[in-house]
């Protein structure tokens, strides 16, 4: 098929593989907008998976079907507060239902668009974040009917972590939930009840803070093999249940809820609730310990305290080329002090790294410019014969180094690097609220002004001017002079930092072809004075 292709037609395919390789990723690979709907404690079921006797979950195992019931409570969804902890970056409400009904964030950075601060749960989403159901009905709904007590009700966190007892005092059991947490937003659980009884605790359901069609929101697992296991929302099938599993975490863009056991692991069941979005429980014991964690996915923070947490931030299909990335552009800001000029260093960087196979791209574009007039020769004189046309042309390419797909094959190769970058500056909260230059007040959202993405569909029309083209073709011609248009428009709902990136990508683009092309004049020149 491609030798019957002509160089125009070849370099039109690649840029629709490129656009299309763009719209099948954001389709497939891109979690959707969730639905609008309000979720009660009356409409979540939770499926809990039974032990079978003597089973030895020693390693990951993936279960589905065949499920030993644990029904919720039908009281309400939240409860009044019984205690709340103050620290310098946040602020825990704990409700008289056991569970971490809030947290509020009180970074600066960390702000709605009306300047509030931003709060992770929302009040009719559940389950709340250590909330345990019963697999006895009967158990489970007195344990909604029954509060717990704490001999405190204000807790203030300083530079030490702060410990905590919350008891219930139920009809066959007594619940005590012992919570030590830290100032980094990390905590230890211990659960002891009086009476070995059947029990799952959640997490939480996942933060709820922006909801958007570019990022995951759902649920991941890191397993026993340490195989990563995503559940999108609205896509959870039913019961499922996770042996040994080292992270279970529900998380939306920027923030996350997650109970973790990186040395004996945690036997993890996800549900789904009305909407299908994936729900994690974690079966309990008697005595039962475990870690946490609630807040921001700062790369930071996760890895002071533990490094494998930060297998929480995750970065789509190419994580293997993303992650990476960001570390050499945390890297590169921990040198410099501001996101945006680490972007645009990170850019130049890739530039660099991608040369050569960038140059081979450009070289073979000139070669081909150079080649026109024998191209249109040779396609007019054999143009009833396609064989015999296609097989001058393939000596002519060949006597003179060019590849027809020389131009092509660079840019399809770039895709991956785009989208991990892409991924990256999406998932990364520290862009959040990060400034650049005078009106880029944060790098997370949108350019105000569409200033960023004007200059991008400028430099993209500048560098479309300055590369040779065979394109003679009027349709041809008028696709290329409307995709710096399309791509305007495109990038003017990208966030800042990523616009910056294409934008910096741009310029250096138009760099290296002006050197490109001045050094093909500097050679037609040469070879015209040697004659």
Same mark, same amino acid.
């Given at each position: 098929?491609f030798?019957? @292709?002509?160089?125009?037609?070849?370099?039109?395919? +690649?840029?629709?593989?490129?656009?299309?390789?763009?719209?099948?990723?954001?389709?497939?690979?891109?979690?959707?907008?969730?639905?609008?709907?309000?979720?009660? +404690?009356?409409?979540?079921?939770?499926?809990?998976? +039974?032990?079978?006797?003597?089973?030895?979950?020693?390693?990951?195992?993936?279960?589905? /079907?065949?499920?030993?019931?644990?029904?919720?409570?039908?009281?309400r969804?939240?409860?009044?507060?019984l205690?709340?902890?103050?620290?310098?970056?946040?602020?825990?409400?704990?409700?008289?239902?056991?569970?971490?009904?809030?947290?509020?964030?009180?970074?600066?950075?960390?702000?709605?668009?009306?300047?509030?601060?931003?709060?992770?749960?929302?009040?009719?989403?559940?389950?709340?974040?250590?909330?345990?159901?019963?697999?006895?009905?009967?158990?489970?709904?007195?344990?909604?009917?029954?509060?717990?007590?704490?001999?405190?009700?204000?807790?203030?966190?300083?530079?030490?972590?702060?410990?905590?007892?919350?008891?219930?005092?139920?009809?066959?059991?007594?619940?005590?939930?012992?919570?030590?947490?830290?100032?980094?937003?990390?905590?230890e659980?211990?659960?002891?009840?009086?009476?070995?009884?059947r029990?799952?605790?959640?997490?939480?359901?996942?933060?709820?803070?922006?909801?958007?069609?570019?990022?995951?929101?759902?649920?991941?697992?890191?397993?026993?093999?340490?195989?990563?296991?995503?559940?999108?929302?609205?896509?959870?099938?039913?019961?499922?249940? =996770?042996?040994?599993?080292?992270?279970?975490?529900?998380?939306?863009?920027?923030?996350?809820?997650?109970?973790?056991?990186?040395?004996?692991?945690?036997?993890?069941?996800?549900?789904?609730?009305?909407?299908?979005? $994936?729900?994690?429980?974690?079966? /309990?014991?008697?005595?039962?310990?475990?870690?946490?964690?609630? %807040?921001p996915k700062?790369?930071?923070?996760?890895?002071?305290?533990?490094?494998?947490?930060?297998?929480?931030?995750?970065? %789509?299909?190419?994580?293997?080329? +993303?992650? $990476? @990335?960001?570390?050499?552009?945390?890297?590169?800001?921990?040198?410099?002090?501001?996101?945006?000029?680490?972007?645009?260093?990170?850019?130049?960087?890739?530039?660099?790294?991608?040369?050569?196979?960038?140059?081979?791209?450009?070289?073979?574009?000139?070669?081909?410019?150079?080649?026109?007039?024998?191209?249109?020769?040779?396609?007019?004189?054999y143009?009833?014969?396609?064989?015999? @046309?296609?097989? &001058?042309?393939?000596?002519?390419?060949?006597? &003179?180094?060019?590849?027809?797909?020389?131009?092509?094959?660079?840019?399809?190769?770039?895709?991956?690097?785009?989208?991990a970058?892409?991924?990256?500056?999406?998932?990364?909260?520290?862009?959040?609220?990060?400034?650049?230059?005078?009106?880029?007040?944060?790098?997370?959202?949108?350019?105000?002004?569409?200033?960023?993405?004007?200059?991008?569909?400028?430099?993209?029309?500048?560098?479309?001017?300055?590369?040779?083209?065979?394109?003679t073709?009027?349709?041809?011609?008028k696709?290329?002079?409307?995709?710096?248009?399309? =791509?305007?428009?495109?990038?003017?709902?990208?966030?800042? %930092?990523?616009?910056?990136?294409?934008?910096?990508?741009?310029?250096?683009?138009?760099?290296?072809?002006l050197?490109?092309?001045?050094?093909?004049?500097?050679?037609?020149?040469?070879?015209?004075?040697?004659?």
């Open positions: 098929m030798e019957k @292709m002509d160089a125009n037609q070849r370099v039109i395919l +690649a840029i629709v593989l490129s656009l299309g390789v763009f719209l099948i990723y954001d389709y497939f690979f891109m979690p959707k907008p969730q639905k609008n709907q309000t979720q009660t +404690a009356i409409e979540q079921n939770l499926s809990a998976p +039974a032990v079978q006797s003597g089973e030895k979950p020693e390693t990951s195992k993936r279960i589905e /079907g065949s499920y030993e019931s644990a029904p919720v409570s039908t009281q969804s939240s409860g009044k507060e205690v709340k902890i103050e620290s310098e970056h946040f602020t825990i409400s704990i409700d008289d239902y056991g569970r971490i009904s809030q947290v509020m964030l009180k970074d600066s950075r960390f702000v709605t668009e009306s300047g509030e601060h931003i709060e992770l749960f929302a009040d009719d989403k559940l389950p709340k974040a250590l909330e345990i159901r019963f697999s006895d009905e009967k158990l489970n709904e007195e344990a909604f009917k029954t509060p717990y007590v704490c001999d405190t009700r204000d807790i203030k966190i300083d530079k030490e972590p702060v410990t905590l007892r919350l008891k219930q005092s139920l009809s066959k059991v007594e619940v005590e939930k012992i919570i030590k947490i830290y100032p980094d937003g990390h905590y659980l211990k659960v002891d009840l009086s009476e070995d009884k029990y799952y605790i959640s997490p939480g359901y996942r933060p709820d803070v922006r909801v958007d069609g570019y990022t995951f929101h759902g649920v991941l697992i890191k397993e026993a093999d340490n195989t990563i296991t995503m559940i999108d929302d609205g896509d959870a099938k039913g019961i499922e249940s =996770f042996r040994k599993a080292k992270i279970a975490a529900a998380v939306d863009r920027y923030y996350t809820t997650f109970f973790y056991d990186l040395q004996k692991g945690l036997n993890v069941v996800i549900s789904k609730d009305k909407e299908e979005n $994936p729900i994690i429980f974690v079966e /309990g014991e008697k005595s039962f310990e475990v870690k946490g964690y609630l %807040g700062d790369y930071r923070v996760l890895k002071s305290i533990n490094p494998e947490l930060t297998d929480v931030i995750e970065y %789509g299909f190419f994580t293997f080329i +993303a992650k $990476p @990335m960001f570390k050499i552009l945390l890297a590169i800001y921990e040198y410099i002090g501001n996101w945006g000029w680490a972007i645009v260093v990170l850019t130049i960087f890739i530039r660099i790294l991608l040369f050569p196979l960038t140059w081979k791209g450009m070289v073979s574009m000139q070669k081909l410019k150079d080649l026109a007039p024998k191209i249109k020769e040779i396609q007019q004189k143009k009833g014969d396609p064989q015999k @046309m296609n097989a &001058h042309m393939m000596q002519l390419y060949k006597k &003179h180094g060019a590849n027809p797909m020389g131009g092509c094959l660079p840019l399809l190769l770039q895709i991956p690097v785009f989208f970058i892409y991924r990256v500056l999406l998932n990364a909260i520290e862009l959040k609220g990060a400034p650049w230059i005078l009106w880029i007040k944060d790098l997370s959202v949108m350019d105000p002004y569409f200033i960023l993405p004007i200059l991008m569909g400028v430099t993209m029309y500048i560098h479309q001017k300055i590369t040779p083209t065979t394109i073709d009027p349709i041809q011609q696709i290329f002079q409307y995709l710096p248009i399309v =791509f305007t428009f495109f990038f003017v709902t990208f966030p800042a %930092g990523l616009t910056l990136y294409w934008f910096v990508n741009n310029v250096l683009s138009i760099i290296q072809q050197i490109v092309n001045k050094a093909f004049e500097s050679r037609k020149t040469a070879q015209k004075d040697e004659k």
